[in-house]
């Protein structure tokens, strides 16, 4: 048995992890066009400032998971937190949109290796007959980090935007000195592993030219022809970088994780609802500014339904999978995703607010049944010694499958709106219709809610057709 005092221990310093991270991106959202205009920043730089965190967590994180697996994952977790506590003291101080950005971006190291770590940390403190409700409570508390973060951030812009960045200080503080003294190396470390730096080079290059060309491609067209040129180079690269993998002793990505029917499908189905529901908090606050002429900060607020259910059902579901499971329960939910979605798939501009919060916390009650047991399974059949690398693998899927849904939804509703109007709503600057063409506009919503529900589902699919998960006899700790 593994120590019952210390598990929850390590459980509290990843909870306080994951907190700080997500009130820190939710409460800089509302604050973004504060933070335009009191820095006087272009609309390019705001949006880098947004997206730029995304990108750099989705390329570093599977490297940093590798790493984490050689030298140890408490090490990389403290440095972690301290480096994201200091980044945002940076940012606090920040005088210039640039200057932000590229604090921004320190923070988004910082943030990768508390993201790295903290799920492989969880799954080796705790058995596989409890790493599911373990999880279950990690994503009630982020749940819980959703709903306070936009109230937080409308109280504190009342104070000064600086002030999201300064209150982080103390917060992460207090996280970094309980995890430095509280966590254990809990896995077992050998001497002989050696960092593949080409495998490395070539995968975070080539994701970068693939996330970028996504993003760009919404906002600019998909036939520009630096899209077309960062396509070609991100699949040359990626098809390299498959290459050395299968070439080298001791690779940064063990491929041999995705030969595994279980644990590929499970990350296959993690990719699909990124794409199914990356889109739709975006597209909603579109929906709620542009269409219902909504304020930010209320636009903000109306999202909860989706992380109030999820806070409800993802201890559950994280405690079901332990005795059942989670083939049954992540297919399921992932249906009951496609649930909501399909409601939305009929909005109109008369639709009700409080018809689409039915149908956010029908998706919100899906998506709790699906990410716990599915990252239970995940991170139950991989050995201790690539837990860093798996946990990695499932944030990139979730964090492309994101991306790539924004993306396919800006080019569909790009149709509909005027680049100047997108920009204004894409930071908040815009409140009301002024550019924008309602009725294509909604059009385009429906599509992309569409495009959302056709995922979800064969992401059910896909989850269902991984099969039961192997009985693993756990080592005595």
């Given at each position: 048995?593994?120590n ?7 459980l ?11 009130l ?12 335009m205009?009191d ?25 940093i ?10 090490k ?18 920040s005088?210039t ?14 943030g ?19 790493l ?6 990690n ?6 980090a ?22 982080n200080?103390p ?19 050998t ?24 993003t ?17 180079a ?21 491929l ?41 900060i209320m ?17 559950i579901?994280?405690y079901?999978s ?6 049954v ?24 607010t ?8 029908i998706?919100?009650f ?5 990410f ?16 860093g ?7 990139m ?42 009725g ?15 995922f ?11 099969g ?10």
């Open positions: 048995m593994k019952d005092n210390y598990k929850w221990i390590a509290s310093c990843t909870t306080i992890g994951a907190l700080f991270s997500v820190s991106g939710s409460t800089l959202l509302i604050a973004l066009p504060v933070i205009k820095l006087n920043a272009s609309m390019s730089v705001v949006t880098w400032i947004l997206m730029g965190y995304m990108l750099a967590m989705t390329i570093l994180v599977p490297s998971g590798r790493m984490a697996d050689m030298v140890g994952r408490k990389l977790y403290v440095s972690g937190f301290a480096l994201f506590t200091f980044a945002s003291f940076l940012c606090a101080i005088r949109g640039v200057q932000l950005l590229v604090y921004r971006m320190i923070q988004a190291v910082g990768s290796l508390m993201v790295a770590n903290s799920t492989a940390i969880v799954a080796d403190a705790f058995p596989k007959k409890e599911g409700k373990a999880l279950g409570i994503t009630m508390i982020i749940s819980i959703s709903i306070v973060g936009p109230i937080l951030g409308g109280f504190l812009i009342g104070v000064g935007w600086r002030s999201i960045f300064y209150i200080i917060i992460g503080i207090v996280g970094t000195l309980w995890a430095a003294f509280q966590l254990k190396e809990s896995s077992v470390l001497d002989k592993k050696k960092f593949d730096i080409k495998g490395t080079i070539t995968f975070s290059t080539g994701m970068m030219a693939l996330l970028v060309a996504l760009f491609g919404g906002f600019v067209g998909w036939i520009n022809v630096t899209v077309i040129g960062l396509m070609i991100a699949i040359i690269l990626l098809c390299l970088f498959i290459h050395i993998e299968n070439n080298t002793d001791e690779p940064m990505l063990d041999k994780l995705l030969k595994t029917r279980v644990l590929a499908f499970a990350y296959a189905s993690n990719l699909l609802n990124g794409i199914a529901r990356g889109a739709v908090t975006f597209l909603l606050i579109f929906f709620f500014q542009g269409v219902k002429g909504i304020d930010p636009a903000g607020i109306l999202l909860a339904p989706f992380a109030i259910s999820m806070m409800v059902v993802s201890p579901s994280g079901l332990d005795k059942y499971g989670a083939r329960l992540s297919s399921a939910g992932l249906l009951i995703s496609a649930v909501g979605l399909l409601g939305m798939m009929f909005i109109t501009a008369h639709t009700s409080f018809e689409l919060v039915i149908y956010m916390l998706m919100g899906g998506s709790g049944m699906f716990s047991p599915n990252t239970s399974a995940i991170m139950g059949m991989v050995p201790p010694d690539k837990r690398v798996a946990a990695g693998l499932r944030t899927a979730t964090n492309a499958g994101n991306v790539l849904s924004i993306a396919i939804s800006m080019a569909i509703v790009s149709s509909s709106i005027s680049p100047k109007a997108m920009q204004a709503l894409f930071v908040g600057t815009q409140v009301g219709s002024k550019g924008i063409s309602v294509q506009f909604v059009g385009g919503l429906r599509i992309a809610f569409t495009i959302s529900f056709i979800s589902i064969i992401a059910a699919v896909i989850s269902y057709l991984r039961n998960e192997p009985e693993i006899n756990e080592e005595v700790a």
